[in-house]
């Protein structure tokens, strides 16, 4: 197995290596940058990368940052993020990645090497391997930024149907409501997710759809 190391803290990037030569892996390139990182994939196109999320320059999130631009520019390039860290403003990008071949496993609560390679070796495969805590963190967060978190269910409903480009009248006999109550429940939809008059109806519409498709 051909493997790309990125980590700045130079002590943690040799274990890893020695670590991995140990399990028969080859260790094709070891950097310290998430632009490192990105040249590496694309020079070396390994088996899978194993990449910190804290790098410089800003050492905040640059390793997951380059993880998901080396996956761009190879596609489904296997990543398996090893880190002290739950950074979940690219992980959520890794995570709803249908290609697989992903990982983000927490340094600490890898209990034995075995098991960190057994994860190595399953995101190598293309699957996935997500610490459940990374998943919590994950999921807290898409609760908290979903725009329609604040519909009723029956908004949910009316949006549904609009999502099936249904209009008003036709929304209101599936429902067995008046137009009326329709319109109250689109109005009430509009302004949760903060869709305004100026807009104008059809292009609130056509927005609020496009919000309930991507939630």
Do not use: W
């Amino acid at each position: 197995m051909r493997v790309v190391v990125a980590d700045d803290a130079v002590l943690i990037r040799e274990g890893l290596v020695r670590l991995l030569e140990e399990f028969g892996c080859e260790v094709v390139a070891t950097v310290g940058t998430g632009e490192g990182l990105v040249d590496a994939v694309v020079t070396h196109r390994p088996d899978v990368s194993v990449v910190d999320v804290r790098m410089p320059p800003t050492f905040t999130d640059e390793g997951l940052r380059a993880a998901v631009e080396a996956r761009e520019k190879v596609p489904g390039a296997p990543v398996l993020i090893l880190s002290q860290y739950v950074e979940v403003s690219y992980a959520d990008d890794l995570l709803a990645d249908a290609r697989g071949a992903v990982g983000y496993l927490l340094k600490d609560r890898v209990v034995d090497v075995e098991e960190f390679m057994d994860g190595l070796r399953r995101v190598a495969a293309g699957g996935t391997v997500f610490d459940p805590q990374v998943v919590a963190q994950l999921m807290v967060r898409r609760r908290r930024d979903d725009p329609l978190a604040s519909l009723t269910p029956r908004e949910r409903e009316v949006l549904a149907l609009m999502a099936e480009g249904k209009s008003n009248p036709a929304i209101a006999r599936r429902l067995v409501v008046t137009e009326g109550a329709v319109e109250k429940h689109i109005r009430g939809i509009f302004t949760k997710l903060g869709l305004y008059a100026e807009d104008g109806d059809q292009h609130r519409r056509v927005l609020a759809v496009l919000a309930y498709l991507r939630s």
